[in-house]
Nanobody, 121 residues
Framework: QVQVVESGGGLVQAGGSLRLSCVASGSIVSIDAMGWYRQAPGKQRELVAGIARTGRPIYVDSVKGRFTLSRDNAKNTVYLQMNNLKPEDTAMYYC???????????????WGQGTQVTVSS
């Protein structure tokens, strides 16, 4: 069993900052790719930022220069630092992890329950 829990969402004024965290626990051997997605009402879910186990993160153009993704492999945790937030960043944010679980040679895709980010103008 694996649990994925996000935290850090909330209500913030435009120009403000939030830091999202996503922690995985359970029968984990290691975590491959990690990513943050978001979905606004009436819109499709989109990839905001992602990172492989090694290498540099990638970002959707709309958040480049404002958001920073980082990971702590020892803690099975991924973070999303969001600065200079805009009303268009308002969405439910979801963590997505590709996890090697015990006794499996391939990764399994896990999603968190989501954390709401609301940016007021």
């Amino acid at each position: 069993q694996v649990q994925v829990v996000e935290s850090g969402g909330g209500l913030v004024q435009a120009g403000g900052s939030l830091r999202l965290s996503c922690v995985a626990s359970g029968s984990i051997v290691s975590i491959d790719a990690m990513g943050w997605y978001r979905q606004a009402p009436g819109k499709q879910r989109e990839l905001v930022a992602g990172i492989a186990r090694t290498g540099r993160p990638i970002y959707v153009d709309s958040v480049k220069g404002r958001f920073t993704l980082s990971r702590d492999n020892a803690k099975n945790t991924v973070y999303l630092q969001m600065n200079n937030l805009k009303p268009e960043d308002t969405a439910m944010y979801y963590c997505n992890l590709d996890i090697y679980v015990k006794d499996s040679p391939v990764t399994t895709d896990y999603w968190g329950q989501g954390t709401q980010v609301t940016v007021s103008s």
